[in-house]
């Protein structure tokens, strides 16, 4: 399997810009993850879904984040509009679900706003 | 007090040394417990789940203190591909997992 991929690598944008970040969970997982990183606040979860249907989303900062999973193969993460304070490592994981510990990460969307 | 607690370091340890790391949680709820591993501009991924009764995985043991609340996870003969950053991780019975910011390892020759 390919593992949880996710696009773009790497984002550079300006302030106010609308950016999105794509996400394909490992085929036959539950449950998907945001994840968000910066050294000041280490990972954070921002929202996640189990079978494409939204848990919790009570760590999505404000309104300007929003989250979609239309099916069980893909899911986005859009920011809109961005600000600089925005700027950190983006991360989606999957997971069979059930409450199994075990988190598969992709390797995360470097978001830079200027 | 914050959900969970970590001290960052960097713990600098030559190689074959012991290091311990301990972390503490403010939510007696929680029920699952777990060390994850992230190297330097990777992903994190999971290295080993924390028992009750402690757990042992080759040079790694981890452990849970319910009473004071921490988890422990001890690294034997430390080698340098050990050098990463341990991220300390639990959750509630039908929650997500619950990340602390992690502790630097680097294990030098």
């Known amino acids: 399997d390919a593992g949880v991929i996710q696009s773009p690598r790497h984002e550079v944008t300006e302030m106010g810009q609308e950016v999105t970040l794509r996400c394909k969970p490992i085929s036959g997982h539950n449950s998907l993850f945001w994840y968000r990183q910066t050294m000041m606040r280490g990972l954070e979860l921002l929202i996640y879904f189990n079978n494409n249907v939204p848990i919790d989303d009570s760590g999505m900062p404000e309104d300007r984040f929003s989250a979609k999973m239309p099916n069980a193969s893909f899911s986005t993460l859009k920011i809109q509009p961005s600000e600089p304070r925005d700027s950190a490592v983006y991360f989606c994981?999957?997971?069979?679900?059930?409450?199994?510990?075990?988190?598969?990460f992709g390797s995360g969307t470097q978001l830079s706003v200027l | 007090r914050k959900e969970v607690e970590q001290d960052p370091g960097p713990f600098n340890v030559p190689e074959g040394a012991t290091v311990a790391f301990n972390c503490t949680y403010s939510n007696s709820a929680s029920q699952s417990f777990f060390w994850y591993r992230q190297d330097c501009r990777k992903e994190p991924k999971l290295l080993m789940s924390v028992y009750s009764s402690g757990n042992e995985d080759g040079r790694f043991t981890a452990q849970l203190n319910r009473a004071s609340q921490y988890i422990s996870l001890l690294i034997r003969d430390s080698k340098l591909s050990d050098s990463a950053t341990y991220l300390c991780?639990?959750?509630?019975?039908?929650?997500?997992?619950?990340f602390g910011k992690g502790t630097t390892l680097s294990v030098s020759s």
């Open positions: 991780v639990f959750n509630q019975a039908g929650t997500a997992l619950i």
């Open positions: 994981a999957s997971s069979l679900g059930g409450g199994t510990p075990k988190l598969f």
